[in-house]
Nanobody
Framework: QEKLVESGGGLVQPGGSLRLSCAAS????????MGWFRQAPGKEREFVTTINWSGGITYYADSVKGRFTISRDNAKNTVYLQMNSLKPEDTAVYYC????????????????WGQGTQVTVSS
């Protein structure tokens, strides 16, 4: 059983940056593909980014490409989401996810979810 705990959310002005972290515990962290989804009020949960076990393969939603960067440190059992040039439309609860197979853009293919962390982009 994998437990995921996100941190690093908060309030930031448009154009600012935040770094989210997700600490994993349980089975060997390096067995998992990791990712981030987000959900804004009144909207469906949407894919943000994902990374494979080694960090060598990453995918991004078009809406965040060039602004967000996913990375992982297998020695620390942690995955990160560096978010730059934030926009008001990035406001959402961000969820860390894990699965034991290749990276996926589909939320129903992830076995494990964190509790979420709120990111608010507003002046």
């Amino acid at each position: 059983q994998e437990k995921l705990v996100e941190s690093g959310g908060g309030l930031v002005q448009p154009g600012g940056s935040l770094r989210l972290s997700c600490a994993a515990s349980g089975r060997t962290f390096s067995d998992y593909s990791m990712g981030w989804f987000r959900q804004a009020p009144g909207k469906e949960r949407e894919f943000v980014t994902t990374i494979n076990w080694s960090g060598g393969i990453t995918y991004y939603a078009d809406s965040v490409k060039g602004r967000f960067t996913i990375s992982r440190d297998n020695a620390k059992n942690t995955v990160y989401l560096q978010m730059n040039s934030l926009k008001p439309e990035d406001t959402a609860v961000y969820y860390c996810v894990a699965r034991t197979y290749a990276p996926s853009r589909y939320p129903n293919e992830y076995n494990y979810w964190g509790q979420g962390t709120q990111v608010t982009v507003s002046s």
